[in-house]
């Protein structure tokens, strides 16, 4: 059996350091096994999907190494591997009317209402969130009869309602298992006709003979929908294995308001491929020899599925800075130069037009765009405090600030942009009563160190998030 591996992200953000984890153990488990490697972009969610996170993801896969041998902009045997062409072939329609042919799948006719009204219900009486499989008695003529007069359905899975899901996952000890009364009658094609991701991750990964599912464990849950799925529909299942989700260092998982998660951030901010490669493999799969520094090539020769971790790997950044030292102290000063040239290069565009005003010589870009590189930055206490202000009334303004900020990005009301941060900061201005000018300024010397800096707010959106409230919180005990 030759090995067919995939990584199957969706096009709906930056390409996240999670993906390139998983895509990294699938690349090195296909190469180790001479098999092959495909990228497959899952576009089912039309709308968040955009085309520039699909070029994104590319780009990503190639800056790290990790070449696909079949995909989106290469083609292959097997396609076409975005799933809203496959969508338009009518592919999963096939499959999901054989479903209801066979009595394994039943239209659902519940609104979006009767489901928040079931919803409240069942979190009321403390039971289950799940389907009341109201819908999954009704004989076909009924049903049918309701599709003739053009009623609005879905189509669900109809799971067993008796005994157990068991699985042998090679990286656990024991079966995984689930009753199959726990588990939902998924929704497996919309009232549109788009697939949900498990019917259409089923179905793609049997056309495309994926013979193993390497994932995260958060796909833990859907496991016996997958298996089951394929069985009803006469497909072999690929094996499917699970590892361990990344973790922040308080162990949740990991997430851009704790960590850079955004692969292109770090390649913008100068890291080379080879060191994140380094770092993510360390993550999952130790060296037989226990070094810390081996490249790609190495990766694959050492890879052992059996030695990859289902314990939550943690993402310590200081772990990474201590390999890109290791990398770059490595290059030859050609190459050195190159790679500072290039990681200019990728944030020109960006940059530039902030500093441009307070450039004299070419030399100045340096020390106006350190702001923007810098780890940490120094403080002069006189302008922190701005005049009118006390060391408390400081303080407090900056605690506010990231703690408001911090609420607003966990809801979803703030992307890290200059217009939404302007719009938060103003909206956080006007609600204490705060003077602009006052709160502006100590805003601008806690982030960047320097009274003087470029635009506020599009100096915050570049400086990143992450970077602007380390900074603060680190300024925080030393205002007195």
Same mark, same amino acid.
């Given at each position: *059996? ?6 199957? !992200? ?20 296909? #190469?180790?096994?001479?098999g ?5 972009v ?8 955009? !085309?520039?996170? @699909?070029?994104a ?11 696909y ?6 083609g ?17 329609? #096939? ?5 209801v ?6 239209p ?19 039971? !289950? ?28 899975m109809?799971?067993?309602?008796e005994?157990?899901?068991?699985? !042998? ?9 689930k009753?199959?009364v726990?588990?939902?009658d ?21 056309? *495309?003979?994926i ?16 298996t ?13 294995i ?17 960590n850079?998660t ?8 100068g890291?080379l ?13 130790s060296?037989?020899e ?8 190495e *990766?694959?020769r050492i890879f052992?599925?059996?030695r ?62 350190d ?5 940490d930055?120094?403080?002069q *206490?006189q ?19 990231? #703690? ?18 302007? @719009? ?16 502006y ?8 160190g320097?009274?003087d800096?470029?635009?506020l ?6 400086i990143?998030q ?15």
């Amino acid at each position: *059996m030759s090995v067919r591996v995939r990584i199957a !992200p969706s096009p709906t953000g930056d390409p996240h350091v999670g993906t390139a984890y998983i895509a990294l153990l699938n690349y090195c488990f296909a #190469k180790s096994q001479g098999g092959s490697f495909i990228l497959r972009v899952e576009d089912t969610d039309q709308g968040r999907c955009t !085309p520039e996170s @699909k070029q994104a993801i590319m780009d990503c896969m190639r800056w790290l190494g990790l070449e696909y041998d079949e995909g989106p902009d290469i083609g292959g045997e097997h396609g076409p591997y975005e799933q809203s062409q496959r969508v338009e072939a009518g592919i999963y329609k #096939k499959y999901s009317d054989q479903l209801v042919e066979q009595g394994d799948a039943y239209p659902c006719f519940c609104s979006s209402e009767d489901l928040t009204t079931m919803r409240e219900a069942q979190r009321a009486a403390g039971e !289950p969130i799940m389907y009341d499989r109201r819908c999954r008695d009704l004989s076909k003529e009924e049903a049918q009869a309701r599709i003739d007069a053009g009623d609005s359905h879905v189509i669900r899975m109809k799971t067993p309602l008796e005994g157990e899901h068991s699985y !042998p996952d090679r990286l656990r000890k024991n079966p995984v298992v689930k009753q199959w009364v726990d588990v939902d009658d998924q929704v497996l094609l919309k009232a549109d006709g788009w697939p949900t991701y498990h019917l259409a991750a089923v179905v793609d990964d049997h056309l *495309m003979g994926i013979t193993h599912v390497i994932r995260a464990e958060e796909w833990l849950n859907s496991l016996p929908k997958h298996t089951w799925l394929n069985k009803q529909l006469g497909f072999e299942v690929p094996e499917y294995i699970h590892v361990g989700l990344l973790r922040n260092a308080d162990k949740s998982k990991i997430s851009k308001r704790k960590n850079p998660t955004n692969v292109l951030w770090y390649r913008d901010q100068g890291y080379l491929p080879g060191a994140l490669l380094n770092f993510l493999c360390l993550l999952g799969h130790s060296h037989p020899e226990e070094r810390d520094q081996f490249d790609l090539e190495e *990766m694959v020769r050492i890879f052992d599925l059996s030695r990859l971790s289902v314990a939550g790997p943690v993402f310590d950044m200081d772990k990474l800075k201590f390999l890109q030292g290791l990398w770059f102290r490595d290059l030859s000063p050609e190459q050195m130069c190159a790679v500072i040239h290039q990681s200019l290069d990728y944030r020109m565009d960006e940059l530039l037009p902030l500093v441009a005003e307070r450039m004299i010589t070419g030399g100045d870009f340096c020390n106006q765009a350190d702001i923007f590189y810098a780890d940490d930055v120094r403080w002069q *206490m006189q302008d922190v405090i701005p005049k009118g202000w006390d060391a408390n009334q400081t303080r407090k303004a900056l605690d506010t600030t990231v #703690k408001s900020l911090r609420k607003l990005i966990k809801k979803g009301k703030l992307e890290w942009t200059a217009a939404d941060i302007e @719009k938060g900061i103003k909206d956080i201005a006007e609600k204490n009563d705060w003077k602009p000018k006052q709160y502006y300024m100590t805003l601008r010397v806690a982030a960047t160190g320097r009274k003087d800096s470029p635009p506020l707010f599009e100096s915050l959106e570049a400086i990143g998030q992450l970077k602007v409230f380390k900074r603060i919180e680190a300024l925080l005990p030393k205002i007195r």
